[in-house]
């Protein structure tokens, strides 16, 4: 009856694990492209344009040390010191630089660094996320021109098309975004699949954008209020990194009605930012700056003396997400557009601009196509027993595109949708209530939907979830996650469902585990099997898994009970 579920309905809610941040776009770079492959210098010469064309999947191949790689692939997020932030200065790295060779499309530079990235919506074991340092190692190494390599695992996107779908409408629009290209990546002679080659945000990328690449480029972290800017992440001179640039933002925000929009457009270009707004609730970019106030880079550019949004972290647009609390056609948890959306003439602003957009950007016949083309690009690369299932969730993409317009227009047509939830702090987290639950399943059935039984009771978004009819299953998934999972029938045919991901499986004994993100992701949400969707819920945080029986061979008793509050994102 639910075959078609399969675990991977984690994947469509990964959402709670990027809430709490996301891997940054590593060090600035303060030198230039103009070098070559190796150290030798091409002046003038862009080859960086040869690892993002749009027709065609880079071949990269990464050799290292055996042992290296398993100590990199290994590594938690929690290695190394925090971020550096405007509030704080560590020295040592949040994931340890190995060394090796890289070949891409047959063009091979050696001694290289190779460190793992991502943060909970991305970590892997099994494919992990890849930073390429070319100089980390040798001074002046360049990798067709540059200094570093992103490269993304598509963790949290089952299309693998996203990212570069995303970034190529942002750019479309005219909002500053990376280029991305597809990479087939083997480390070792193992095949990891297809990656996102993701344009490092370094000076390449500003001097393409921007008259003048010597402002300051932050990350995500902080927000726009008196005493909350300390947790962005600035990307040069970051030894003593000088943030004072970001009080005129703040001041504009807590200026008067009347004077808001004149003191803003001194500090920040607001046409340009009414365009990523846009642009995020456009491709449903719902872990992005403007709903979660993460995965967003800002620059300052000291031509015009105004920030600029940059999205990024786009690894799950394109999902519809049925919301209780709010509309789609606006996110104004960001203090930036919270403040805008409740005043009527930049409120008119972004519903303008979203309009517009629509009219423009938003070409269904055209995304069509592309998405076509990304679609026979990658498939050749595809596992052959996941062939399906990529075709499956390509289309979904589809479906998106066909589909938002008109769900948009729906909101936005008649009258402004409302926003009333407040600023601050707790504006992108509502509560929807509290789900209690039991199970009783054994162990290595996650291939068996009804192994064991279970039970739920409370009311999440007013709809109770009281129901004895359940099934639960246990075990390890594929990136080594100890898994505990529960369904349970409602009287209208659809399913409560709560996950519980274990980080390290070892966590998982006799006794209480904190549902905490860090030690176990957790969340809850509704299944329609007629339609295979899910929609409600969110993230379980707070709460507890209590075991009262557990063991890690194949019939081992998983027996226990889960209780939690449930966060709307």
């Known amino acids: 009856m639910l075959a078609k579920t399969r675990y991977s309905l984690v994947i469509l809610l990964v959402f709670l694990a990027a809430a709490c941040g996301s891997d940054s776009a590593s060090e600035a770079d303060a030198g230039t492209a103009d070098a ?7 002046p003038g010469v862009d080859l960086s344009e040869a ?14 040390a055996p042992e290296d790689f398993a100590l990199l692939r290994a590594e938690p997020e929690t290695v190394g010191a925090p971020k550096i932030t405007c509030g704080s200065q560590p020295q040592t790295r949040p994931y340890n630089y190995y060394p090796g060779e890289i070949t891409v499309d047959g063009e091979t530079v050696g001694n290289v660094g190779i460190r793992k990235k991502g943060s909970l919506g991305s970590l892997s074991t099994l494919r992990p996320g890849l930073k390429i340092k070319a100089n980390e190692y040798i001074s002046g190494q360049r990798i067709f021109g540059l200094k570093r390599l992103t490269l993304n695992n598509n963790h949290q996107d089952d299309s693998r098309i996203s990212q570069c779908l995303g970034y190529s409408l942002f750019r479309a629009a005219g909002v500053p975004a990376p280029r991305c290209s597809f990479a087939h990546v083997v480390v070792n002679g193992e095949d990891m699949g297809i ?11 500003l001097r393409r954008h921007f008259a003048d690449d ?11 209020r008196p005493g909350e800017t300390a947790g962005f992440q600035p990307k040069v001179n970051k030894t003593a990194p000088d943030c004072s640039d970001l009080t005129g933002v703040v001041d504009a925000l807590q200026a008067s009605d009347a004077n808001f929009r004149s003191e803003l457009d001194t500090v920040v270009d607001v046409d340009a930012f009414a365009t990523f707004w846009a642009m995020e609730v456009l491709l449903s970019h719902w872990d992005g700056y403007t709903n979660n106030r993460n995965n967003y880079f800002f620059y300052h550019d000291p031509s015009s003396d105004k920030f600029h949004f940059i999205p990024w972290g786009a690894d799950s647009l394109f999902t519809t997400r049925t919301r209780s609390t709010r509309p789609q056609s606006v996110y104004a948890c960001g203090s930036l557009p919270w403040r805008l959306y409740n005043l009527p003439d930049t409120r008119e602003l972004y519903l303008g601009r979203l309009r517009e957009l629509l009219d423009s950007v938003w070409d269904e016949p055209a995304i069509l196509l592309q998405i076509t083309a990304m679609r026979e690009l990658i498939e050749p690369f595809a ?6 299932e990529l075709a499956e969730k390509i289309a979904g993409v589809s479906d998106y595109v066909t589909t938002r317009r ?3 227009l729906a909101e936005i047509n008649l009258t402004a949708p409302a926003w009333t939830l407040p600023d601050g702090v707790d504006s992108c987290f509502i509560t929807l209530g509290t789900i209690d639950g039991t199970f009783s399943t054994v162990w290595d059935s996650l291939d068996n939907f009804g192994a064991g039984t279970g039970t739920t009771s409370g009311t999440i ?17 594929a990136e080594g996650k100890a898994i505990v999972r529960l369904f349970t029938e409602l009287p209208d045919g659809t399913f409560a469902v709560i996950f519980v991901l274990v980080q390290d499986p070892a966590d998982l004994t006799v006794g209480t585990i904190a549902l905490d993100i860090t030690t176990a992701l957790a969340i809850m949400t509704f299944y329609d099997p007629v339609t295979d969707v899910s929609s409600g819920g969110g993230l379980m945080i707070g709460g507890t898994m209590t075991l009262t029986s557990a063991g890690q061979n194949p019939g081992d008793a998983i027996v ?3 209780t939690s509050s449930v966060l709307e994102l």
């Open 36 to 42: 070559g492959l190796g150290p030798d210098a091409m």
């Open 51 to 64: 690892l993002f064309r749009p027709d065609h999947v880079l071949e990269v191949t990464i050799t290292m």
């Open 195 to 205: 990656y996102s080659n993701v344009e490092s945000l370094k000076k390449n990328f």
């Open 214 to 224: 010597s402002g300051n480029l932050y990350e995500s972290g902080g927000e726009f």
């Open 383 to 388: 596992d052959p027993q996941n062939t399906g």
């Open 406 to 408: 008109a769900a948009l």
């Open 461 to 477: 978004a007013n709809i109770p979830v009281d129901s004895t009819t359940g099934f639960s299953s246990a075990g390890i998934d």
């Open 560 to 562: 226990g009970t889960v």
